[in-house]
């Protein structure tokens, strides 16, 4: 049972227990050494609450807004492809889910799902992340396939030039969906389903491409350095994800909460910063929101829930995830997500 599971870590060991090997260490898994998936949390580690007392914490509000729509808590579904690994009822069970907990899933350009099919299930706010492929005017169908779909933002990944080398997927030879599997939207009018590429050719241009192509707010994913993060803002996105891709992309970058705070002085509260990697607390939702984040994103605990129980795993990870915030909000002293102010966080001192 799903609600045996006491914290998202019980989550990830029944659903490793579950999963075949060879897809667990696809999920786990990261490049190189894995240096950067391990920072993430090391970095949440790092960090330590300082929480005010005596403030009448007796009603607490976990809701934040972003592009028009109302989120239940200010933690979210980052995009991850291949739910239909993880469990047979993959993606729509996800949104399913993600409905029930009143939040935002961020469906994969490599779902194992249709988008129409995934909207047509649930009540969840659905977000679509794109690769940009060389070939403008699939991207072009394809974001009108989401636009169709009811999406309600576009979710750039800007940092995927080329594909992270994994190498538990070299060891363990997974190098494509099994078959009977395929990534849905990748399908051409043709009806064949074409690989997701990387273009490394990539620019700023193509921001200003797709802001001609779609009205939908664009958001940025994959950002850590605090001059893109300007630069996107010069260019009209309208949020950032600060990401290191859960340590995906390049082994060896930094975490995401420690790029947070420059990247929140560059934008200025322009645009919502969004922030991933290594959330798996309540307190960790509450470090990135006081350092400038305005909501965040789970990538691996959502796949951890679903492997371990299907849309009710999924269910299960997001309401351990609302219970640890909203005690986290008490006993910081804050009742809405506005107390959560910077003075709340502190380096560990050594
Ligand atoms: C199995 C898996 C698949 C992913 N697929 C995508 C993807 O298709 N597009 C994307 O932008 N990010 C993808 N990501 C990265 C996530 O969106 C997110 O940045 C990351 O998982 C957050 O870190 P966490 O897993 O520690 O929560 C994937 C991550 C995982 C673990």
Known sequence: MPSDEINLAEVAATARSRLDPVHWDFIAGGAGDERTVRANTAAFDRLRLRPRVLRDVSKRDLRTRLFGDELSMPVFVSPTGFHRLAHPAGEPATAYAAGAAGTVMVVSMGATTAIEDIAAGGTAVLWFQLYVQPDLAFTAAVIRRAEAAGCRALVVTADSPVFGRRERDLRNGFLDLPSGLACENMRDDTGAVRDIEMDAALT??????????????????????????????????????????????????????DALPAIAGAVA??????????????????????????????????????????????????????????????????????????DLVQPVSR
């Open 204 to 257: 700023w241009d193509s921001v200003a491409w797709l802001r001609g192509v779609t009205r939908l707010p664009i958001v940025l994913k994959g950002v850590l350095h605090p001059d893109d993060a300007r630069l996107a803002v010069e260019h009209g996105v309208d949020g950032i994800v600060v990401s290191n891709h859960g340590g995906r992309q390049l082994d060896g970058v930094m975490a995401t909460v």
């Open 269 to 342: 509260g322009r645009v919502p910063i969004l922030l991933d990697g290594g959330v798996r607390r309540g307190t960790d939702v509450l470090t990135a929101l006081a350092l400038g984040a305005t909501a965040v994103g789970i990538g691996r605990p959502v796949l951890w829930g679903l492997a371990a129980g299907g849309a009710a795993g999924v269910r299960h990870v997001l309401e351990l995830l609302r219970s640890d915030v909203d005690r986290a909000m008490a006993l910081t002293g804050a009742a809405s997500l506005g107390d959560v102010t910077p």
